[in-house]
């Protein structure tokens, strides 16, 4: 999960216009159906109608996201998400299905998804937090910005086994440094605001594209985003200096510098 960019600024500079292909790929999605395979494993096996057995099949025939909601809530009913709302707060532990349906689905509908919750972190610390306790208890994360990848990166999975980790609330510009050409910025920045506090000090952002109003500098750098100045100043992690990022287990690998030579 990045958490914070460090990226490289360029003196504003008249170049002739580039132009963008659009390509288009036609997707093919194959639809994964999901439930019980029973087998029969042999004549005279007896089936067992007592009440263990009768909850052995109930549990058999349970769905990945209700298995992922009874993981979350088993213990003192919903201590899991609890824990969650301490870290982030309980207005940005989302679990009500209008609050979540924009989560779910890639702008054309070619993906969808499903989840038990939406989590938005503020902080570097809240995102380390929040993946500690994914790592101790097991849980799948799914990182998200702006949701408008158009390949299905930031859509959990149909199973509903995955908690979306949306990163907008994380939308700080923690400095703009005309004299190294640098700015710092946080991951769920927009395209459009760093390109602005870029211009603030008579500087250029280069990376451009057709959904830079909405899309995050995160997850700009997560697909190598390449935009309309692709040929002139290159793709996302050419603008990249240096990352501030939260590993799978929670602790933070601090890589922001300023050097180009580091």
Same mark, same amino acid.
């Given at each position: 999960?990045?958490?914070?960019?460090?990226?490289?600024? !360029?003196?504003?500079?008249?170049?002739?216009?580039?132009?963008?292909?659009?390509?288009?790929?036609?997707?093919?999605?194959?639809?994964?159906?999901?439930?019980?395979?029973?087998? *029969?494993?042999?004549?005279?096996?007896? #089936?067992? $109608?007592?009440?263990?057995?009768?909850?052995?099949?109930?549990?058999?025939?349970?769905?990945?996201?209700?298995?992922?909601?009874?993981?979350?809530?088993?213990?003192?009913?919903?201590?899991?998400?609890?824990?969650?709302?301490?870290?982030?707060? &309980? $207005?940005?532990?989302?679990?009500?299905?209008?609050?979540?349906?924009?989560?779910?689905?890639?702008?054309? /509908?070619?993906?969808?998804?499903?989840?038990? !919750?939406? #989590?938005?972190?503020?902080?570097? !610390?809240?995102? *380390?937090?929040?993946?500690?306790?994914?790592?101790?208890?097991?849980?799948?994360? #799914?990182?998200?910005?702006?949701? $408008?990848?158009?390949?299905? /990166?930031?859509? &959990?999975?149909?199973?509903?086994?995955?908690?979306?980790?949306?990163?907008?609330?994380?939308?700080?510009?923690?400095? #703009?440094?005309?004299?190294?050409?640098t700015m710092t910025v946080e991951a769920g920045v927009t395209l459009l605001t760093a390109q602005e506090a870029a211009e603030g000090v008579d500087r250029l952002f280069p990376l451009s594209l057709?959904?830079?109003? *909405?899309?995050?500098?995160?997850?700009?750098?997560?697909?190598?985003?390449? /935009?309309?100045?692709?040929?002139?100043?290159?793709?996302?992690?050419?603008?990249?200096? /240096?990352?501030?990022?939260?590993? !799978?287990?929670?602790?933070?690998?601090?890589?922001?510098?300023?050097?180009?030579?580091?």
């Amino acid at each position: 999960v990045a958490g914070v960019v460090l990226a490289e600024l !360029a003196e504003p500079v008249q170049h002739p216009p580039v132009g963008e292909n659009h390509l288009e790929a036609e997707h093919q999605i194959a639809g994964v159906a999901i439930g019980d395979h029973l087998r *029969s494993t042999g004549v005279g096996r007896k #089936v067992s $109608t007592d009440g263990a057995g009768a909850f052995r099949r109930q549990r058999q025939r349970e769905q990945p996201i209700d298995r992922l909601r009874r993981l979350l809530c088993r213990d003192q009913g919903d201590a899991r998400l609890d824990r969650l709302r301490a870290i982030v707060g &309980p $207005t940005n532990v989302l679990t009500d299905a209008m609050d979540v349906e924009p989560h779910l689905v890639e702008l054309r /509908g070619l993906y969808r998804g499903a989840t038990p !919750a939406v #989590v938005r972190p503020k902080t570097t !610390a809240e995102v *380390s937090a929040l993946l500690r306790l994914a790592d101790e208890f097991g849980l799948k994360i #799914v990182p998200q910005g702006g949701n $408008t990848g158009l390949v299905g /990166g930031q859509t &959990p999975s149909p199973a509903g086994d995955e908690i979306v980790l949306s990163l907008k609330r994380m939308d700080r510009i923690r400095e #703009v440094d005309p004299v190294t050409d640098t700015m710092t910025v946080e991951a769920g920045v927009t395209l459009l605001t760093a390109q602005e506090a870029a211009e603030g000090v008579d500087r250029l952002f280069p990376l451009s594209l057709a959904a830079e109003g *909405s899309c995050t500098i995160g997850g700009n750098l997560a697909t190598n985003a390449g /935009g309309t100045q692709v040929i002139a100043y290159g793709n996302a992690r050419d603008l990249v200096l /240096g990352l501030e990022v939260v590993l !799978a287990d929670g602790r933070v690998l601090d890589g922001l510098g300023k050097l180009r030579k580091d």
